[in-house]
């Protein structure tokens, strides 16, 4: 049931997760083995080189993709900057294992063929480079399990592959979704992995054969096939994905379904094709996506806009929030505001509620007497935000039994139910939020400002393509709070394919 309901969408980001990886593999080779080779003839530069390789492999690779955000030309979202990534962590054991495989060969060999007259390019091309191939295939071997590995974090900033599922998986806690992304990037890693072992197997029993050099016509075939499989799914990536337009989301389960929305919308009713950069990794690089036109555009919330990016102090009135945030964005960052979509989804603080009962609370004034007895799991967004953690604390004098733990938005919900943190701050339109028998502490002192979903997009997309002004209009005032929390239920607990619950959303409403 689940394969049948997913088939389509694993197999396309399985190739999507393989083209990453291709391409990726095939710019460092054509990086990191001329490196490997310059610094055997210059020995000088080995040192700063693999030391500069071996910093970017400590790096994590989370803030490798994140830096990339905001780099010119490599950087953004997207497949680019994700495969920038990719070749980075790939060129070490590239680098490494050409230096020591060419190294590591005979000096009496080099000896003997200098003494029957060959230059060092020949010298190079006819005896090391064979005698060092198999080393320098496990090099390659290694660079691209660390590839298949790392590119499931790609989906964190648009660039695709099986991360897409797993990132949804951990938002939806849904551990279905997770192994769809999971098993088959175990699978693509296994498969290199013995594919490209039994190359460097072959390599070993051929250099103990024939210590002349040459190579066996077998691995030359094999080698090229690899290649020209590469090349085949790069090709077949670049026919088949021509996207005009791209909208994004953020990193959660009502993101990824307003994203979808959007889309679908868009596609239905005009001729543009619509390319999901769906998963994104929070408020501000979908902000920087939209403004630099990486994205067409995305679904933000009125009181994020005002208080996360615009930096202003929280206020009460829907209204003038949206105003405010409307002419700001248009003034600072040449970006268009829409109608809002009719919904308004607040931080939610959240307890069990098995706890609500026993404690005998409803608000935030009341459970205020109880947090230092609490450990609370918050986002880092909260934790950071204007609108956050920080003034929430002081509005309501929040102490806790020690500093909130900062967790990924898909984990608090397990988190919370399995006892391991007692308070959360989510959204208030969260489908697991009556799934799970939790309880919604309320906001008595009004301290959040309000959070009306709003569409964003860039102008100059605006300008280019004008028919998506009058789609994205027929959103105003469509989803009440009620069905913004049924399609979050259904993704969440009942493991529906976004897709399918945003069809039968848009076939329920007349005007769309």
């Known amino acids: 049931m689940f394969f049948n309901q ?10 999507e997760h393989l083209v990453l990886v291709a391409i990726a593999m095939t710019v460092a080779i054509s990086i990191g083995i001329p490196l490997g080779i310059l610094i055997t003839r210059k020995p000088k530069f080995a040192s ?3 030391g500069l390789a071996n910093a970017i492999q400590t790096i994590p690779s989370l ?4 830096f990339l955000i905001s780099v010119p030309f490599l950087g953004g979202i997207g497949k680019v900057p994700a495969i920038v990534a990719l070749t980075l962590y790939a060129l070490l054991p ?5 230096y020591i495989g060419i190294n590591s060969v005979d000096p009496a060999i080099r000896e003997a063929g200098r003494g029957m007259g060959m230059t060092d390019w020949q010298l190079l091309f006819q005896v090391e480079i064979p005698l060092a191939l198999g080393v320098i295939l496990a090099g390659v071997r290694v660079a691209t399990v660390i590839s298949v590995g790392i590119a499931t974090i790609a989906a964190a900033i648009g660039g695709g592959g099986l991360g897409v599922f797993i990132f949804r998986g951990i938002s939806t806690v849904n551990n279905q979704l997770i192994l769809a992304g999971a098993i088959p990037a175990t699978f693509i890693a296994l498969g290199a992995d013995f594919a490209l072992g039994s190359l460097e197997k072959q390599l070993t029993q051929q250099r103990k054969q024939n210590r002349k050099g040459n190579i066996n016509p077998k691995i030359v075939i094999s080698f090229t096939v690899i290649i020209l499989l590469a090349v085949g799914l790069i090709t077949f990536a670049y026919r088949q994905t021509t996207p005009t337009i791209v909208i994004g989301s953020k990193n959660f389960t009502e993101q990824v379904i ?3 929305l959007l889309a679908q919308e868009i596609e239905s009713h005009t001729n543009l094709k619509v390319d999901r950069s769906l998963n994104l990794a929070g408020t501000f690089i979908c902000h920087e996506a939209v403004k630099a036109g990486q994205i067409a555009g995305y679904v933000e919330y009125t009181g994020t806009a005002f ?4 930096k202003e102090k929280p206020i009460s009135n829907p209204q003038l929030v949206y105003e405010k945030v409307k002419e700001e964005y248009n003034r600072k960052f040449q970006l268009e505001v829409m109608q809002p979509l009719g919904f308004n989804n607040t931080f939610a603080m959240i307890i069990r509620g098995e706890d609500a009962k026993r404690l005998q609370i409803k608000t935030l004034s009341e459970a205020a007497k109880y947090t230092p007895q609490m450990v609370a799991g918050f986002g880092y ?8 953690y920080p003034g929430l604390a002081k509005t309501y004098g929040l102490k806790f039994a020690k500093p909130p733990q900062q967790m990924e938005l898909g984990l608090m919900y397990k988190a919370l139910t399995e006892k391991k943190v007692d308070l959360i701050a989510a959204n208030s339109t969260d489908g697991l939020i009556p799934v799970l028998n939790l309880v919604i502490l309320e906001d008595d002192k009004q301290y959040f400002p309000p959070y009306q979903a709003v569409p964003v997009f860039n102008q100059a997309t605006l300008e280019k393509y004008p028919e998506l002004r009058g789609v994205i209009e027929r959103l105003a005032g469509v989803i009440s709070t009620v069905e913004m929390q049924n399609m979050n239920y259904q993704v969440d607990n009942q493991s529906r394919p976004v897709e399918s619950v945003v069809q039968e959303f848009i076939k ?5």
């Open 63 to 66: 803030a490798i993709f994140g």
């Open 258 to 260: 307003l994203g979808e």
């Open 48 to 50: 700063p080189i693999l």
């Open 6 to 15: 997913y088939a389509s969408e694993i197999i396309l980001h399985t190739v």
């Open 381 to 388: 967004e909260f934790l950071e935000r204007e609108d956050g």
């Open 94 to 98: 590239l680098i490494r294992n050409t």
């Open 307 to 310: 208080t996360a990016v615009l």
């Open 508 to 512: 329920s409403k007349s005007k769309l």
